[in-house]
């Protein structure tokens, strides 16, 4: 799985680095760092993760799945 965050984009609110602090880290009050190749096993908590951005800077790409296990994956998710 890859990760692409829009850090022009990016406000700094931290959502990410709550539910998927092993990819999402903040550094210093404003600055994000993560890991964009994100392990499988982290697929739930980067999804969470990309479902709560308030701006919707985070861009998931996973070519082993179809779109709509993507979208299924984030169903459970409000």
């Known amino acids: 799985m890859r990760l692409v965050v829009d850090l022009n984009r990016c406000q ?3 959502q990410c680095a709550f539910l998927a602090p092993d990819v999402f880290a ?3 009050e404003e600055s994000l760092l993560y890991n964009p190749h994100a ?3 982290q ?3 980067v999804l969470r993760a990309t479902a ?3 701006v919707q800077a985070i861009l998931v790409e996973d070519p082993d799945d179809a779109p709509a296990a993507v979208e299924e994956g984030l169903s459970g998710v409000r």
């Open 26 to 28: 903040m550094h210093g």
């Open 39 to 41: 392990d499988k096993a």
């Open 43 to 45: 697929r739930e908590q």
């Open 12 to 14: 700094g609110y931290a």
């Open 52 to 54: 709560a951005c308030p």
